[in-house]
Nanobody, 127 residues
Framework: QVQLAESGGGLVQAGGSLRVSCAAS????????MGWFRQAPGKERSVVAA????????YYIDSVKGRFTISRDNAKNTAYLQMNSLKPEDTAVYYC????????????????????WGQGTQVTVSS
C-alpha cells in the first residue's frame, strides 16, 4: 500500500512559477512509476507528465513541454512538478499518481495504469 500526498499548490499570476510535491509513504516508492494529472472544472482528469522509477524516462503533454519539469528523489520518497511560465489554462486540481513496475524505464500517460492517487492540490493561475 502506498499513500500519496500533494502539496505546494496555490495562486500565482500568469508567467509565474510553482512547484508541487508528492510525498509517498511505503518502502517501495523507488520501484513505482509516477505521474502528474490535472482536472479543470467541467473537464476530465488528464495526464500532464510522467516519470519512470529510474527517473531516466519522462513524458510530457505538448502544452507543457519546455515549461514544466517532472522529477523525483527516491531517497526522499518524493516526486515534483516544477511549473514555470504558468498560464491561466494551467488552472486545475493537480493530482499525483503511482504504480509499481518491474521495468525501470516504464512510463504511462493512461490514468487507468495508476493504482494509487493523491487527493490533489489546487493550482490557480490568474491573468
Amino acid at each position: 500500500q502506498v499513500q500519496l500526498a500533494e502539496s505546494g499548490g496555490g495562486l500565482v499570476q500568469a508567467g509565474g512559477s510553482l512547484r508541487v510535491s508528492c510525498a509517498a509513504s511505503g518502502r517501495t516508492f523507488s520501484t513505482y512509476f509516477m505521474g502528474w494529472f490535472r482536472q479543470a472544472p467541467g473537464k476530465e482528469r488528464s495526464v500532464v507528465a510522467a516519470i519512470s522509477w529510474s527517473g531516466g524516462r519522462t513524458y510530457y503533454i505538448d502544452s507543457v513541454k519546455g515549461r514544466f519539469t517532472i522529477s523525483r528523489d527516491n531517497a526522499k520518497n518524493t516526486a515534483y512538478l516544477q511549473m514555470n511560465s504558468l498560464k491561466p489554462e494551467d488552472t486545475a486540481v493537480y493530482y499525483c499518481a503511482a504504480s509499481p513496475s518491474v521495468y525501470r524505464d516504464y512510463v504511462s500517460e493512461d490514468p487507468s495504469r495508476y493504482r494509487y492517487w493523491g487527493q490533489g492540490t489546487q493550482v490557480t493561475v490568474s491573468s
